[in-house]
Nanobody, 113 residues
Framework: QVQLVESGGGLVQAGGSLRLSCAASGRTFSSYAMGWFRQAPGKEREFVAAIGDTTTYADSVKGRFTISRDNAGKTVYLQMNSLKPEDTAVYYC?????????WGQGTQVTVSS
């Protein structure tokens, strides 16, 4: 399994941008489908975006967020633009390969009004 470490979270004003990074270790990284999830206080963890053979986005972030990956650098990114207060959550990096699944520790994103 891969080990995942997120970075790039922080405080940003509404309408601003932030880029999250997820650094991975392991030689099989390129074979993993990677994704981002988030969890706000009092809410269930929800899907945000994923990249494997195709890219997929939650309706709530379409047109604003972009997921990408650098297999050589073993990193997955989440570019977040036009941020809204409702985007405030802990963001988690996820990787899947068959029965294997890995999660990062999470990084806090706070969007102020």
């Amino acid at each position: 399994q891969v080990q995942l470490v997120e970075s790039g979270g922080g405080l940003v004003q509404a309408g601003g941008s932030l880029r999250l990074s997820c650094a991975a270790s392991g030689r099989t990284f390129s074979s993993y489908a990677m994704g981002w999830f988030r969890q706000a206080p009092g809410k269930e963890r929800e899907f945000v975006a994923a990249i494997g053979d195709t890219t997929t986005y939650a309706d709530s972030v379409k047109g604003r967020f972009t997921i990408s990956r650098d297999n050589a650098g073993k990193t997955v990114y989440l570019q977040m633009n036009s941020l809204k207060p409702e985007d405030t959550a802990v963001y988690y990096c996820n990787g899947r390969l068959g029965p294997q699944e890995s999660w990062g520790q999470g990084t806090q994103v706070t969007v102020s009004s």
